[in-house]
């Protein structure tokens, strides 16, 4: 079975200059939900490595294209909740590649010391208790998460780099959570990316936005309040995932929109994402793909064998999905609803996106054989192979409306797609799909 258009050419592409991505804030949540709902609530974090954003230089001159050393990474954490962050962090911090810190509330203990090189140097934050604004302040965490943007400036030698201003980040896929914080906010559990010369103007002015917002418990609301008075408005990436979900959520993984990953958030509220696989088992296990494909990684195709009536949506690197039915895309886009409300005291409408439900009306022409990433290769030839194992066998009738082709007997399916050079803008694919 062939298709040629199984991967979209566009990769994503904005126009910054070389250079310019120098500062990004991630896992800002991490600690303040901490704070905020103690309650046992734990959160981790993964990003996946940014390079492949192809965030193209302005002269277009390859030389000079940003990568990931171009990539200052902030990490903010807490002593508390360092342990079981650790796989997580592990799974794509890379040693002498990824640039960055690792920012605490305490210094670590003696269970962290020595501190691994597999791991950010840590930077502990300044302490808030001495800032005028202190009395004011209603989440004091808050605002230590915020000025490690600050105290990492501060750490940077002049890199005298002139770009524009930047603030790119994703929204929250709860509408609640948008509700409560906000529509217009990069939501920092997910992470965000700032400018180089945007993190150089908001530097100076940060202690002034905290005396102003002391008010606000949320460091992406401090730091998006901020930007807006400065004129900057984020840029919304929609591989940025802050996961405001719970349950299984592979329904959304298999319906990834045309756009990069970037990172996946609240990892510990939602089930392994590979069921047969615990948490950080599951992490390391999608980051195996990445290590030959980012730009494609989780991306939806969808193509149909005519023969059986079958459709196959494949998010490469995750899951293959097996219908007896041709399903028109504009349905298969959207997102299996498998997860739950983050909130429980949540109301409809729910989410941010379209979802589906296909249990409810025909299963059997309507809902899909799941198969998960068993095994990727290459064999030097310039293939990159990947392999889908059956995980769910429903008991359901073949679809007789499209003919009764069962794909029961379908074990695994095998993905072969033609490498493409990793830094390549627009890749021409040509893809098969052996089954
Ligand atoms: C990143 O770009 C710089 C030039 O700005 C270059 O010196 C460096 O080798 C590049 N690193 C990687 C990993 O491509
Ligand atoms: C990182 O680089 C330093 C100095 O070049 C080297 O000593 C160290 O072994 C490297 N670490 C890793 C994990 O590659
Ligand atoms: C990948 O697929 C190609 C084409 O089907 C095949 O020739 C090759 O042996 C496969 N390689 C691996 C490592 O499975
Ligand atoms: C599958 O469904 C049929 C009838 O719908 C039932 O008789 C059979 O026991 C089921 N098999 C399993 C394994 O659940
Ligand atoms: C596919 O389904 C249509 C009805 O939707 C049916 O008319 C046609 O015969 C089926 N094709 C095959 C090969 O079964
Ligand atoms: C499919 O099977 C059902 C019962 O198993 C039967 O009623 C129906 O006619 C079959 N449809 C086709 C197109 O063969």
Redesign the pocket.
């Known amino acids: 079975m062939y298709s040629s258009t199984l991967f979209p050419p566009k990769i994503h592409y904005l126009s910054l200059g070389?250079?310019c991505i120098s500062v990004a804030i991630s896992a800002i949540l991490v600690l303040l939900y901490t704070i905020l709902y103690s309650h046992g609530c734990t959160q981790s974090f993964v990003p996946f490595n940014p390079i492949d954003l192809q965030w193209s230089s302005s002269t277009d001159d390859i030389?000079?294209a940003t990568?990931?050393?171009?990539i200052k990474f902030i990490l903010a954490s807490s002593e508390k909740t360092l342990k079981s962050r650790r796989p997580y962090i592990e799974s794509w911090w890379q040693p002498n590649g990824t640039r960055g810190n690792i920012f605490l509330d305490s210094p670590p203990s003696n269970d962290f010391l020595p501190w691994p090189s597999s791991y950010p140097p840590f930077q502990v934050n300044e302490d808030v208790k001495k800032l005028r604004v202190y009395p004011k302040l209603v989440v004091p965490a808050a605002v230590r998460l915020f000025r490690s943007i600050l105290e990492t400036f501060r750490l940077e030698d002049d890199e005298d780099v002139r770009c524009e201003y930047y603030y790119i980040g994703m929204t929250s896929e709860a509408v609640k959570s948008n509700f409560d914080f906000s529509f217009d906010m990069a939501y920092g559990g997910a992470g965000y990316a700032l400018s180089y010369s945007l993190v150089e103007t908001l530097v100076p002015v940060i202690d002034d936005c905290i005396e102003r917002y002391a008010y606000l418990r949320v460091s992406d609301q401090l730091l998006s309040s901020c930007l807006a008075d400065l004129g900057v408005d984020i840029t919304l990436e929609k591989g940025f995932h802050q996961i405001d979900l719970l349950g299984d959520i592979s329904g959304l993984l298999s319906s990834h929109w045309q756009s990069p990953v970037v990172s996946l958030h609240h990892l510990d509220g939602i089930d392994p994402i590979f069921p047969s696989n615990n948490r950080y088992e599951s992490m390391n296990h999608l980051m195996k793909a990445t290590k030959f494909d980012q730009s494609r990684l989780l991306q939806q195709t969808i193509c149909y064998h005519r023969a059986t009536n079958w459709s196959f949506t494949v998010s490469w690197g995750y899951s293959v999905h097996i219908y007896e039915s041709l399903i028109p895309r504009s349905i298969l886009r959207k997102p299996l609803e498998m997860f739950k409300p983050f909130k429980k005291s949540a109301t409809p409408p729910l989410y941010m996106f379209d979802t589906r439900s296909p249990w409810e009306d025909d299963p059997s022409c309507q809902a899909p054989h799941v198969f998960f990433l068993e095994s990727v290769g290459t064999d030097g030839g310039g293939f990159v192979n990947t392999t889908y194992r059956r995980a769910s066998r429903p008991n359901l009738s073949s679809c007789s409306s499209s003919g009764n082709h069962s794909a029961e007997h379908i074990d695994y399916v095998r993905v072969v797609l033609q490498a493409t050079r990793r830094k390549q803008a627009r890749p021409s694919i040509s893809t098969s799909l052996h089954i």
């Not at 990568?67 to 171009?70: D, E, L, Q, T, V």
């Open positions: 070389a250079s030389n000079s990568n990931i050393s171009h």
